[in-house]
Nanobody, 124 residues
Framework: QGQLLESGGGLAQPGGSLKLSCAASGLTFGNYSMGWFRQAPGKEREFVAT????????SYAKFVMGRFTISRDNAKNTVHLQMNALKLEDTAVYFCAVANIPNTAIEEHEYANWGQGTLITVSS
C-alpha cells in the first residue's frame, strides 16, 4: 500500500510549533484515510490524528485537540500535521500511516503501511 516518507521533525521549545509532512507514493492517495501516531520513549505507540481520504473528516486524540491540525493535499499526495503549543510530553517519534479504508481510522489495525518515523523533541 505504497511508501511513506515523513519530514519536518526536529527540536522545538515548549509553546513552539512544528509542521510534519508525509509524502506518499505508489498508491491512489485519495482512496485512503491517513493518520499520525506517536511513540514516546518507553511508551507504546498511540494515535494522534486522522483524516479521511477526501479530507472532509478528521479526528484527534484528546491530548492534541485544539493544538494539532491534520490536513492533506491529494494533488500532491501529502499529509501534514501542524503542531502548535507544543509541550514537553509531545516529545516522541511521529509516524505517518495509510489506512486500508477511506474513512477516518483511529486503531492501529486499520492501518496498512507505516513510515519510518520522525523524531520531535520538545525541550527548553
Amino acid at each position: 500500500q505504497g511508501q511513506l516518507l515523513e519530514s519536518g521533525g526536529g527540536l522545538a521549545q515548549p509553546g513552539g510549533s512544528l509542521k510534519l509532512s508525509c509524502a506518499a507514493s505508489g498508491l491512489t492517495f485519495g482512496n485512503y484515510s491517513m493518520g499520525w501516531f506517536r511513540q514516546a520513549p518507553g511508551k507504546e505507540r498511540e494515535f494522534v490524528a486522522t483524516i479521511s481520504g477526501i479530507g472532509f473528516s478528521t479526528s484527534y486524540a484528546k491530548f492534541v485537540m485544539g493544538r494539532f491540525t491534520i490536513s492533506r493535499d491529494n494533488a500532491k499526495n501529502t499529509v501534514h500535521l501542524q503542531m502548535n503549543a507544543l509541550k514537553l510530553e509531545d516529545t516522541a517519534v511521529y509516524f505517518c500511516a495509510v489506512a486500508n479504508i477511506p474513512n477516518t481510522a483511529i486503531e492501529e489495525h486499520e492501518y496498512a503501511n507505516w513510515g519510518q518515523g520522525t523524531l520531535i523533541t520538545v525541550s527548553s
